[in-house]
């Protein structure tokens, strides 16, 4: 030993666990535990348990064997090399507390000990709940090293050690992502007038929306309940929704409503901006995205806020498509795409409540992105053919192709994704992306090396100009499409509604650009009103 009082402290401890008598049936444990965890199986085989629990569990596995994957190369393949060490020797042992193949390799550190702590300090992080109920599991790991005869105190204490610096290290380097649930208020509060019985409120009701509808609640029967003095209009395939809110604000109203899916929701948020009014959603859609990202989780929630006045100002983005002259402008609440995402957000959307969201996302881009065509698109300046172009009002979570949630209403940026299609083997890049989920995403953003070598790409902007160039000659000749005939074929999508560029869409000018606190809606205010 290079320090003479660490050399004595080791013998002393060797001789007092050679000495510990702990039983047959004890002894045997141990010597099973340390041979269980040789090589990660024993972690392997908690993690692959972990992650059946859901994201939270897939979060803590990824994270637990992240970290012992790094404490293991750090230990083995530099701690070893580097101060190496004689192992002690086995003779005052008894056969039958020997591990069955005793160790050669330098004694060290010990990375049966770096592994362990690695992964309960990972785990930890992710479920602290979880973590501390591993912690003994990893400790009899640790100890069953000096039991065994496998190591000095010295080994396992500074392989503990280095484990648990790694994991912490991982922390700092890729913190943990926010949590599922929405910040309540969702934005800044909102001056939004108090209608206790509903007077003065004008709600369009699309009775056609809402397979998914939660609890099967009845937005008429909710609405002519909690706000009984409200006007409520059924809308029918020949109403212009624009022109009934114009009327109603011509006759006094003092806020407008909504019940439908997030397009028809969209299309109330223009008129509301342009009659400065605030906007009661009503979550009559299959999805309700938006409202559930305004912590509008039922008919109920909706209804107290309208009566109490509590609101929030959020942000929206304009969008405005210029193909040959004729122009179409849109307010966007949700998603702005270009490309395989609405049909990744359809698959995925399928299976997320039999498998879970990431299985499901695997799930989707295995299936959706074989047949993505890419599209040749001008973004800022820049030609490339794109899988897929995604821009989220606001940011979204995880950090993937296809994310599913946020947690902000008023971040004033747009989140945009994009998978181009310029690399060899882009698909099958864009695939490993999605399937490493958003810790894996999140780590390779965050290493350099790995970072050069990514497909997907995650950037925050307040806006951006975008060209439509159509699909690729090639692409159209390798797969053609019914009534293709040469021209491109490009669909713009946006808040569950598609925009289908008729005839050539080359030379189509898109802007999508971040309106921040440009919509007054109510919604609770309250973490527990939601």
């Known amino acids: 030993m290079a320090l003479p009082a660490l050399g004595r402290a080791d013998r002393a401890a060797n001789a007092w666990t050679n000495r510990l008598a702990l039983g047959t049936v004890a002894d045997t444990a141990l010597v099973r535990l340390s041979a269980a965890a040789d090589r990660g199986v024993l972690w392997a085989g908690v993690a692959a348990g972990v992650a059946l629990t859901g994201r939270r569990g897939r979060d803590a596995a990824f994270r637990g064997y992240g970290s ?14 580097v101060f190496g060490g004689q192992r002690p020797a086995l003779d005052p042992l ?5 591990v069955g193949r005793p160790p050669t390799s330098p004694s060290f550190p010990s990375g049966h000990s770096a592994s362990a702590a690695a992964f309960v300090t990972g785990v930890a992080i992710e479920w602290p709940t979880l973590g501390l109920a591993l912690a003994p599991l990893a400790g009899g790991v640790v100890y069953s090293r000096l039991h065994t005869g496998s190591h000095w105190l010295s080994d396992v204490v500074s392989g503990a050690a280095l484990g648990t610096g790694v994991a912490l290290a991982g922390w700092a380097l890729l913190p943990r992502g926010p949590g599922t ?9 909102a001056d939004v007038p108090a209608l206790a019985d509903g007077d003065g409120l004008f709600v369009v009701v699309n009775s056609a929306a809402g397979s998914g509808r939660l609890f099967g ?19 029918t395939d020949g109403d212009d929704l624009p022109a009934l809110y114009g009327r109603a604000a011509e006759r006094g109203a003092r806020a407008f409503g909504i019940s439908g899916g997030d397009g028809t929701v969209s299309t109330a948020a223009a008129a509301a901006r342009a009659h400065d009014l605030p906007l009661a959603v009503f979550p009559g859609g299959t999805l309700n995205h938006f ?11 909706t209804v107290a806020a309208v009566r109490s006045g509590a609101g929030v100002v959020i942000d929206v983005a304009d969008l405005v498509v210029d193909e040959h002259g004729a122009r179409t402008e849109r307010t966007v609440l949700n998603t702005f795409s270009v490309g395989v995402y609405p049909e990744l957000v359809t698959e995925r959307e399928k299976h997320e409540h039999r498998l879970g969201k990431w299985p499901a996302a695997v799930w989707a881009a295995a299936r959706v992105l074989p ?9 800022d300046g820049r030609t490339d053919d794109y899988l897929s172009l995604f821009a989220g009002i606001n940011r979204y979570y995880p950090q993937s192709l296809a994310p599913v949630e946020r947690l ?11 998978a181009t299609a310029q690399r060899r083997g882009s698909r099958v890049r864009t695939f490993l992306e999605v399937a490493a989920g958003d810790r894996g995403s999140r780590l390779a953003r965050a290493l350099p090396p790995v970072r050069e070598h990514l497909v997907v790409r995650a950037t925050t902007t307040p806006g951006f100009d975008l060209r439509v160039e159509g699909r690729r000659e090639a692409d159209r000749e390798t797969h053609p499409e019914p009534g293709d005939e040469g021209r491109p074929q490009v669909v713009l999508a946006h808040d569950g509604e598609t925009l289908v560029l008729d005839g050539d869409a080359s030379g189509t000018a898109v802007r999508l650009t971040m309106q921040p606190r440009a919509l007054r809606i109510y919604a609770p205010t309250d973490p527990t009103a939601g």
């Open 68 to 81: 012992l994957l790094a404490a293991s190369a750090l230990a083995n393949l530099v701690g070893k090399t």
């Open 408 to 418: 902000r209403l008023d971040d004033g940026v747009l989140d945009v994704r994009t």
């Open 291 to 301: 409202a559930k990202a305004a912590d509008l989780t039922s008919m109920a929630a």
């Open 94 to 98: 008894p056969l039958w507390r020997r």
């Open 371 to 379: 047949r993505a065509r890419p599209v040749r698109l001008e973004v």
């Open 181 to 189: 649930v929405p910040d309540v208020p969702a934005g800044p509060l």
């Open 217 to 235: 609640e009845n937005p008429l029967t909710a609405i002519r309940t909690g706000l009984p003095r409200a006007q409520v209009h059924v809308l």
